[in-house]
């Protein structure tokens, strides 16, 4: 049982029950009130499978992503390149495990989708109260010199940071894609629909970005394109409910 947050005399309590023959958690929500040491809630149930709630940018985990990638590609890779990688390595983590690996903000630009905090830590951009986050990725990754679209790996990959899950998806993210050039990246990228559904906004645009909904990403490309993680109309239904449930649990701890 762990406490997650307090407001007055009441706080919402998480209650996790594993089902081992799924590999799957129960996550239970309640409010207590601390006055009667009661449930003065009732028990929502909601579907996991690997870590607890989580509602924001895990930037050790967006670095060692970018760190793991680049090492993939001997040290050195295009920016572009590594940011789609990236992106398909959420797209699978999402469909099989229901939740993005680092929740990065994904955004649909002219070139495809975009961690808005992976690409923060790429070109050093401190705002966004990401200061923190840019010293962090400044001891695993660095930009090279004379030429600005690509970096570099300069530390091993702390892979204490990274789950099972998280390293499969990356991994299948890089055979998958990985020999696959920045553009042709991108290009492949338009087919998905989470970006699909913004193409006309974006086809004359350079500047334009509109937030992906994450729950897009359980919607398949054209059938000559790989889905990451394929799904069944029923499992994708399933999964597309429990993602929405768990959006609403974690607006509670905002």
């Not at 009667?36 to 670095?63: I, M, W, Y």
């Not at 990236?86 to 630009?109: E, N, P």
């Not at 990246?185 to 006309?200: D, F, G, I, R, V």
């Not at 409910?241 to 609403?248: A, W």
């Amino acid at each position: 049982m762990a406490i997650d947050s307090c407001t007055g005399v009441d706080f919402w309590v998480r209650f996790v029950q594993w089902d081992w023959t799924k590999n799957l958690s129960t996550c239970y929500v309640e409010r207590v009130s601390t006055r009667h040491r009661a449930c003065v809630g009732k028990r929502t149930p909601f579907l996991l499978t690997t870590s607890l709630v989580t509602d924001s940018f895990n930037f050790e985990k967006a670095t060692q992503i970018l760190n793991v990638i680049a090492q993939n590609a001997g040290g050195t890779i295009n920016k572009m390149k590594a940011i789609k990688i990236a992106f398909f390595a959420d797209r699978y983590h999402i469909r099989k495990f229901g939740r993005t690996i680092s929740g990065d903000k994904l955004v649909a630009m002219k070139h495809g989708p975009v961690g808005s905090g992976s690409r923060d830590l790429l070109e050093k951009n401190g705002n966004h109260g990401r200061a923190q986050a840019c010293e962090y990725a400044d001891e695993f990754i660095e930009s090279v010199e004379d030429h600005r679209f690509y970096y570099r790996s300069i530390q091993d990959v702390d892979e204490s940071v990274l789950s099972e899950s998280e390293l499969e998806a990356i991994k299948f993210a890089w055979e998958k894609f990985g020999s696959l050039k920045e553009f042709d990246l991108a290009n492949l990228t338009h087919q998905y629909p989470e970006w699909k559904k913004y193409e006309k906004f974006l086809k004359n645009s350079n500047t334009g970005k509109y937030d992906i909904a994450e729950e897009d990403m359980f919607d398949d490309p054209p059938i000559y394109f790989d889905p990451c993680f394929k799904l069944s109309s029923e499992e994708r239904e399933i999964r597309r409910q429990y993602f929405q449930e768990r959006q609403r649990i974690e607006a509670l701890w905002r």
